[in-house]
């Protein structure tokens, strides 16, 4: 392999070769570990390896330093590059880890507004003009329509029209959900059904009949509610309303003070029934929805606690979409107790919520796990039904779904310089059912164990091999044997010049 440097000559130019030692190969884990590609993350506290510095400091005793080994690799790449494209990192999410992998990109510089650059990373899309995307001028990290299936309400929705064309079942892999629009001329009608359904589900004494509001369009846990009582949904959607006029920037025309009634079945009652008058005044902006998604009651639980998976998924500039290899699970703090709806730390498994508990990191660091530390603990509880491989094949067959069932709305815009990585959330329940929880845009890139500071960098990274790397290639011509190599993230099981990205399928 050989690398291109530039010397002056004559005053022009010329190109000349230097070649690199031979690489000596680096030490994996065990080969069964490495051939399904899961890694345990009790190995490793720190960004590097032990393995790795072993590796290097065996190489250094081996050989002599060459000439070329000397070169400082930041120093060597300014030699080789000229900044020929500009980047804007905005703050917030661990801006930092992403300046970081892209500083490490010799052709890119950094400047501190979005005005006049070529990338632009962003926490949302709100306020951006799409129609400056008709160049490889400037890229951004979000889809056009990403809402599409990063909102809650529109992923219900698209999927809904998905199994009605497929003849499938969404409750059979999604929570029973009712979407609620509270500036809705149909509310009444709207809160009607799901109490209907709510005091059927009620009937059955196998269920505790626990509910989560959510509102439609934040992640990490934001806004989530837990009840199992009308009154209290009541007090949830009050509060809800004062928290969305706050929360709003300009003041919104009220539309009319609607009267709702919720009647339900009241044992203590002359009549058999009660009911429960509350008034919304409704407002024209049309935008205050609430989520009602069954709570998954009997999850399979981790040492007695509750947790999901974590999976990132990425659509590119050209409409590709790629699974990462590589999950992991977020653990509850407290052990799981159905009949305590107080403690969002049982159920709730973000870890925007999970790190303010004061025994966060008591029994994992993070509270996160990778997927073979998940696949040790069913074996050593003698799980045969329920495996590691299982799970990431039918996760990848329900995103194939949440794709299909929005691909032409992702499609619908003319530009091709914009992709999204997406933070799929799922859990299992104790018959080994996977369940389709939400799909988040901008999905949480803090470092926060061990385990995270290995998975994450190498996801953005080999993410912007796929995608910034080929809209704004430093050559004209590829040489992508040295963009594999450009940047070290160490994933042990794993080579340097692989992509962790697994290609899915094409929009």
């Not at 970081?100 to 990373?121: A, D, H, K």
């Not at 809800?240 to 009220?254: D, G, H, L, P």
């Not at 988040?440 to 061990?450: A, F, G, L, V």
């Not at 960098?457 to 796929?466: G, I």
């Given at each position: 392999?050989?690398?291109q440097?530039?010397k002056?000559k004559?005053s022009?130019l010329?190109s000349?070769?230097?070649?690199q030692?031979p690489?000596?190969?680096r030490?994996?884990t065990?080969e069964g570990?490495?051939?399904?590609?899961?890694f345990?993350?009790?190995f490793?506290?720190g960004?590097?390896?032990?393995?790795?510095?072993?590796?290097?400091t065996e190489?250094d005793?081996?050989r002599?330093?060459?000439s070329?080994q000397?070169?400082i690799k930041?120093?060597?790449?300014?030699n080789?590059f000229?900044?020929q494209y500009?980047?804007?990192c905005e703050?917030?999410n661990n801006?930092?880890?992403?300046?970081?992998?892209l500083?490490?990109?010799?052709?890119?510089g950094?400047?501190?507004t979005?005005?006049?650059?070529?990338?632009?990373w962003?926490q949302s899309?709100?306020?951006?003009?799409?129609?400056?995307?008709?160049s490889?001028?400037?890229c951004i990290?979000?889809?056009?329509h990403h809402?599409?299936?990063?909102?809650?309400?529109k992923?219900?929705a698209?999927l809904?029209?998905?199994?009605q064309?497929?003849?499938k079942?969404?409750d059979?892999f999604?929570?029973?959900t009712?979407?609620?629009n509270?500036?809705?001329t149909?509310l009444?009608?709207?809160?009607?059904?799901?109490?209907?359904y709510?005091i059927?589900?009620k009937?059955d004494?196998?269920q505790?009949?626990?509910?989560?509001?959510?509102?439609?369009?934040?992640n990490r846990?934001?806004?989530i509610?837990?009840f199992?009582d009308?009154?209290?949904?009541?007090?949830q959607?009050?509060?809800?309303?004062?928290?969305k006029n706050v929360?709003?920037?300009t003041k919104?025309?009220?539309?009319?003070?609607?009267?709702l009634t919720?009647?339900?079945?009241?044992?203590n009652?002359?009549?058999?029934?009660a009911?429960?008058?509350f008034?919304?005044n409704?407002?024209?902006?049309?935008d205050?929805?609430?989520?009602?998604?069954k709570?998954?009651?009997?999850p399979?639980?981790y040492?007695g606690?509750?947790f999901d998976?974590?999976?990132w998924?990425?659509?590119?500039h050209t409409?590709?979409?790629?699974f990462?290899k590589e999950?992991?699970?977020?653990?509850?703090?407290e052990?799981?107790?159905i009949?305590?709806l107080?403690?969002?730390?049982?159920?709730l498994?973000?870890?925007a919520?999970?790190?303010?508990h004061p025994?966060?990191c008591?029994y994992?660091?993070g509270?996160?796990l990778s997927?073979?530390d998940?696949q040790?603990?069913?074996?050593?509880?003698?799980?045969?039904i329920?495996t590691s491989v299982g799970?990431?094949?039918k996760m990848k067959?329900?995103?194939h779904?949440?794709i299909?069932?929005?691909?032409s709305?992702?499609?619908?815009?003319?530009?091709?310089?914009?992709?999204e990585?997406?933070g799929y959330?799922?859990m299992?329940?104790?018959?080994?059912k996977?369940?389709l929880?939400?799909?988040?845009t901008?999905?949480?890139?803090?470092e926060?164990s061990?385990?995270?500071?290995k998975?994450?960098?190498?996801?953005l990274?080999?993410?912007f091999?796929?995608?910034i790397?080929k809209i704004?290639?430093?050559f004209?011509t590829?040489q992508?044997n040295f963009?594999?190599?450009?940047?070290?993230?160490?994933?042990?099981?794993?080579?340097?010049q692989d992509?962790?990205w697994d290609?899915?399928g094409?929009?």
């Amino acid at each position: 392999m050989f690398l291109q440097a530039i010397k002056v000559k004559e005053s022009r130019l010329d190109s000349i070769q230097l070649k690199q030692s031979p690489k000596i190969p680096r030490q994996h884990t065990p080969e069964g570990l490495s051939k399904i590609g899961l890694f345990n993350s009790t190995f490793f506290k720190g960004k590097k390896s032990v393995e790795k510095k072993k590796q290097s400091t065996e190489v250094d005793q081996r050989r002599p330093l060459s000439s070329f080994q000397r070169i400082i690799k930041p120093a060597f790449y300014k030699n080789v590059f000229t900044t020929q494209y500009i980047f804007f990192c905005e703050n917030g999410n661990n801006g930092n880890l992403v300046r970081r992998i892209l500083q490490g990109r010799g052709w890119f510089g950094e400047q501190s507004t979005s005005y006049n650059v070529n990338f632009i990373w962003r926490q949302s899309n709100k306020g951006f003009n799409y129609s400056t995307l008709t160049s490889k001028s400037i890229c951004i990290n979000h889809l056009e329509h990403h809402h599409e299936i990063s909102n809650k309400n529109k992923l219900h929705a698209n999927l809904k029209t998905f199994c009605q064309r497929t003849n499938k079942k969404m409750d059979d892999f999604v929570p029973v959900t009712f979407i609620i629009n509270l500036d809705s001329t149909t509310l009444q009608n709207d809160l009607k059904r799901f109490v209907d359904y709510f005091i059927e589900i009620k009937k059955d004494k196998l269920q505790k009949n626990i509910w989560l509001l959510k509102p439609p369009d934040l992640n990490r846990g934001r806004g989530i509610q837990l009840f199992s009582d009308l009154k209290i949904l009541v007090n949830q959607i009050i509060e809800f309303c004062k928290t969305k006029n706050v929360n709003n920037e300009t003041k919104t025309i009220s539309k009319t003070a609607k009267i709702l009634t919720i009647i339900y079945p009241e044992v203590n009652e002359i009549t058999g029934q009660a009911q429960i008058e509350f008034t919304i005044n409704q407002t024209t902006s049309q935008d205050r929805v609430i989520v009602l998604q069954k709570y998954l009651e009997t999850p399979l639980l981790y040492n007695g606690r509750k947790f999901d998976f974590r999976v990132w998924v990425l659509i590119d500039h050209t409409s590709k979409y790629y699974f990462f290899k590589e999950g992991y699970l977020r653990l509850a703090t407290e052990f799981f107790d159905i009949n305590n709806l107080k403690s969002l730390y049982i159920h709730l498994t973000n870890n925007a919520i999970q790190k303010n508990h004061p025994h966060y990191c008591k029994y994992e660091l993070g509270n996160q796990l990778s997927l073979l530390d998940f696949q040790q603990y069913l074996t050593s509880q003698k799980n045969t039904i329920i495996t590691s491989v299982g799970i990431v094949s039918k996760m990848k067959e329900l995103i194939h779904q949440t794709i299909f069932c929005a691909s032409s709305k992702l499609q619908n815009n003319n530009k091709d310089f914009q992709f999204e990585i997406f933070g799929y959330d799922f859990m299992i329940d104790n018959n080994g059912k996977i369940w389709l929880i939400e799909i988040n845009t901008n999905p949480c890139i803090e470092e926060s164990s061990p385990l995270l500071q290995k998975l994450i960098p190498r996801m953005l990274n080999d993410a912007f091999r796929l995608t910034i790397d080929k809209i704004f290639s430093p050559f004209k011509t590829s040489q992508e044997n040295f963009l594999n190599n450009l940047q070290e993230f160490c994933i042990p099981g794993y080579s340097d010049q692989d992509n962790l990205w697994d290609y899915m399928g094409q929009i």
